[in-house]
């Protein structure tokens, strides 16, 4: 079952990235971050008193402190997917956030089955491939053959190094969060993330009164943010950190493949490789 919602996790997670990422063209990022965290809290409220959980400040805890991490690094990431390409943005950032709580899981006990250890290497692997994008070619240098080395950093990297460390985190903490507290970690994730994210968006100038075009969007995006933040929340706590962060982090073979439908953003043969690879690994961790 967590392998499932783990698939799913990682698809609203790749929606969610594309999304974010063509909104924060339209409008700035803290509005873009705002008004989607502003529907998520009231959804999850709206649910919170038909869900069972108990509450506890540990909950609330857990789940302030992985929201402010994940405020962190979706800024990050929204702020380089609207400077950067998608297909380069996103893998990165997946590559450190499924790194970081993999390495935690193992250091901390987490002692998966040799299939499925093997299932992890193969998806982080998938990470990596996925990442991967052809570099740019100049046309006079390879018209007089003289290839001159490029030190040139890819724009929105950093972003996505920051965006990776801000997801690590929040995967790590909010699995820490107790298994019976319910929807409570994700009341506290919203607590965290709205106030800052509003005092943000006041010290930039970023306007709370989006278009009403994009005002819909964005409200769409928070709905499917929140949705994978619980498929994630449900899948920890049937399995392992180590295997369900790996499977989430998969998340941007979905980002890359809306980017192709409809941004017409190349896939290399690396990418379409690094697909396959994550096919196994999602295999590999459901036979373990």
């Known amino acids: 079952m967590e392998i499932v919602l783990a698939l799913g996790s990682a698809i609203a997670y790749g929606v969610a990235d594309f999304g974010g990422g063509v909104l924060s063209k339209k409008a700035h990022v803290f509005t873009v971050i705002l008004i989607s965290q ?24 857990w789940g302030a402190a992985a929201g402010a991490a994940g405020m962190a690094g979706v800024a990050f990431l929204y702020k380089g997917l609207a400077i950067g390409r998608m297909g380069v943005v996103a893998p ?25 250890l093997i299932g992890v290497t193969a998806g982080l692997l998938a990470v990596l491939l996925i990442a991967r994008t052809p570099a740019p070619v100049d046309p006079k240098g390879a018209s007089s053959g003289i290839v001159e080395p490029s030190v040139r950093l890819p724009r929105g990297l950093r972003e996505a190094m920051g965006a990776g460390v801000g997801f690590g985190v929040f995967f790590i ?72 962060a790996v499977i989430t982090s998969l998340y941007p073979a979905a980002t890359v493949a809306l980017a192709r439908i409809t941004l017409d953003e190349r896939m290399v043969k690396q990418q379409m490789l690094g697909v396959g690879f994550a096919a196994l690994s999602v295999t590999l961790i459901a036979l373990r």
């Open 173 to 244: 903490l909010l699995e820490r969060a107790p298994d019976e507290s319910g929807l409570w970690p994700l009341v506290g994730t919203r607590l965290s993330i709205v106030p800052a994210v509003a005092l943000l968006a006041l010290i930039a100038g970023a306007s709370f009164r989006p278009t009403e075009r994009t005002g819909l969007w964005l409200m769409a995006l928070g709905v499917v943010n929140l949705g994978a933040d619980l498929l994630y929340l449900l899948a920890t706590r049937a399995g392992l950190l180590s295997l369900v």
């Open 38 to 61: 502003l529907t998520a809290s009231l959804v999850v409220l709206a649910v919170l008193p038909f869900w069972d959980g108990e509450f506890s400040w540990p909950a609330l805890g």
């Open 92 to 116: 990165i950032t997946a590559v450190l956030a499924a790194t970081i709580p993999v390495s935690f899981g193992l250091a901390t006990g987490e002692r998966p089955g040799a299939i499925a």
